[in-house]
Nanobody, 121 residues
Framework: QVQLVESGGGLVQPGGSLRLSCAASGNILNINAMGWYRQAPGKERELVAHITRDGRSRYGDSVKGRSTISLDNSKNMVYLQMNSLKPEDTAVYYC???????????????WGQGTQVTVSS
């Protein structure tokens, strides 16, 4: 079994910062990539940021220049630092991992339960 557990969400004022964390645990053999997606009410889930095991990263257009994703391979954790937050950043943020688990012959995607981020004064 593999679990992804997010933390760090909450209420933040416009212009503020937030750091999200996600820990992957369980029978993990190798993680190919991890990322963050978000979904606001009435909208589709969208990419926030994605990073590969070797450090290649990409960002959604809406957060470019305001966010930084990082990966700690030794701890199977991914972090998202978000700055200059705007009300439109309000959403549920989901952690995603492309990984190989023990007992499964191929890489597949796993998702966390999500953490709410609300940007409001």
């Amino acid at each position: 079994q593999v679990q992804l557990v997010e933390s760090g969400g909450g209420l933040v004022q416009p212009g503020g910062s937030l750091r999200l964390s996600c820990a992957a645990s369980g029978n993990i053999l190798n993680i190919n990539a991890m990322g963050w997606y978000r979904q606001a009410p009435g909208k589709e889930r969208e990419l926030v940021a994605h990073i590969t095991r070797d450090g290649r990263s990409r960002y959604g257009d809406s957060v470019k220049g305001r966010s930084t994703i990082s990966l700690d391979n030794s701890k199977n954790m991914v972090y998202l630092q978000m700055n200059s937050l705007k009300p439109e950043d309000t959403a549920v943020y989901y952690c995603n991992a492309d990984l190989l688990a023990r007992g499964i012959s191929w890489y597949r995607e796993y998702w966390g339960q999500g953490t709410q981020v609300t940007v409001s004064s």
